[in-house]
C-alpha cells in the first residue's frame, strides 16, 4: 500500500457529517445539558468533578452545529450524560434518535402544557416565544415568565439546580 493512499478513517468528527446531522446532535446534546439544569460551563465543571474531561469551546462548537470536534470530546461527552454511550453521538449523526433527556425528569402527573415547556430546549423555547411575539409582545412576555416559572419549579422539585 502507497503510503499516500487514501483510507477510510473510522474516527468520527463533526467534520464529516453534513449541517443538518451536526445541528440534530448539537439540538441533542443541548436538551441533554439543560435536561441536567446545568450551563456550559456548569457541564464542564460537573463533567470535570466526575473525571471525565470536556471543554466549553467544544461544547458550544457542538451545539452549535459547528465542525471541528472529535472523537475524544464526543466520546467523553457520551461518558457524561445520562442516557448516552460513546457511541451515541455517532448514532445521532447518522440519524438515530437521541435518548430520552427531559423526558426521563418529567411526571406523568404535570399537566401536558407544562411537560411540553419542561422538556423543550432553550432554543425551542425562544423561537417559540419570538412566534408568539410576531402577534403579541405582551403575551409573549407572559408566556416566557410563566415558562421560566414552570422550568424553575421543575428543577426545584427534581432537585436540581437551575442556572441563573
Not at 11 to 26: D, Q, W
Not at 31 to 56: D, F, I, M, Y
Not at 105 to 116: A, D
Request: aromatic share 4%; no cysteine; net charge neutral.
Amino acid at each position: 500500500m502507497r503510503h499516500n493512499a487514501p483510507m477510510a478513517s473510522s474516527r468520527v468528527r463533526t467534520a464529516n457529517y453534513p449541517p443538518e446531522a451536526r445541528k440534530r446532535l448539537g439540538d441533542a446534546v443541548a436538551k441533554a445539558r439543560e435536561a441536567l439544569g446545568k450551563s456550559r460551563p456548569q457541564l464542564v465543571a460537573a463533567a470535570a468533578e466526575a473525571g471525565v474531561v470536556l471543554n466549553k469551546k467544544s461544547l458550544e462548537l457542538v451545539e452549535t452545529g459547528q465542525p471541528g470536534v472529535g472523537q475524544s470530546f464526543l466520546y467523553a461527552l457520551g461518558r457524561f450524560l445520562p442516557n448516552w454511550t460513546e457511541d451515541t453521538a455517532r448514532q445521532i449523526l447518522e440519524g438515530d434518535d437521541a435518548p430520552s433527556a427531559a423526558a426521563d425528569f418529567v411526571s406523568s402527573e404535570i399537566p401536558e402544557k407544562h411537560r411540553k415547556i419542561i422538556a423543550m430546549s432553550e432554543r425551542e423555547l425562544a423561537e417559540r416565544i419570538v412566534d408568539i411575539a410576531e402577534d403579541s409582545p405582551e403575551a409573549a412576555k407572559l408566556y416566557a415568565e410563566d415558562a421560566l416559572r414552570i422550568r424553575r419549579e421543575h428543577a426545584e422539585r427534581s432537585g436540581r439546580i437551575v442556572a441563573e
